[in-house]
């Protein structure tokens, strides 16, 4: 049996024999841009909007993303609290 075969098998039966990767899909900004500028430091990640400049940093590009997210939900809440 090969390693492929292996997997297919495996996965059949619901056993992950490979950790998956978590997928994390970035939502628009609060102000509507679904474009980002992605900076990469020595020790960060950066995501910042190009139209209203808000930004997030993160360890990772999966840490950046899930701020980012964090960030936009926050903001969602704060603007649904005041209307």
Partial sequence: MTLEELKEEAKKHGYNLIKQKEK??????????NRRAKWYSAYSITLKCNN??????????LDAKKQWNRMVEEWAKQENTTQ
């Fill in 52 to 61: 209203c400049g808000r930004s997030v940093t993160g360890d990772t590009e």
């Fill in 24 to 33: 994390v899909y970035l939502q628009p900004c609060v102000c509507g841009c």
